[in-house]
């Protein structure tokens, strides 16, 4: 198996950083806010993103970094806040991987990255859009206890 190049291994640990990332403020609008939609469905998806890269890292023999967000990020004063972020952060999060896609041609690493982008454009961008455009209080709302999706 060929080595990863720098700019691919910095590619995985910034993608992996970044799903991370999300998966830790989506967590705190749900522990803040109770289980409302759009934002469990998607810290669980990204509980499964993390898992697609992680499992890159462990196909090239690269340590899995933790997760280091829980605990250090955003919190928002209210449910309307805390969609209109996640808008602009899954914007971000598809020029994001726009940028890693020019680090590697590898079919692999490319196919994980293309799939994560779209979820992330296809999917998670219009219901966060959805909620912040229709207010907070159009979002699903659920009981507050502890949903499945946790990162170590």
Known sequence: MDRLTAAEIQALH????????AWATYDQVITDFGEVRP???VRDAETRHAQAL????????????????RGRVTRYASLQEACEAAVAAEVAN????????????????????????QASQQRHLPAFQR???????SCG????????????
């Open 14 to 21: 910034e993608a992996l950083d970044d799903e991370y990332h």
């Open 39 to 41: 934002f469990v469905p």
């Open 54 to 69: 992680s499992a890159l890292f462990t196909r090239y023999g690269l340590p899995i970094p933790a997760n280091t967000w």
């Open 94 to 117: 598809g020029e994001m991987y726009e940028r890693l896609l020019a680090a590697t041609q590898r079919p692999d690493i490319v196919a994980v990255l293309r799939k994560l982008q």
């Open 131 to 137: 909620c912040a455009q229709r207010g907070a209080s």
């Open 141 to 152: 709302a659920g009981r507050r206890r502890r949903a499945r999706g946790a990162l170590p």
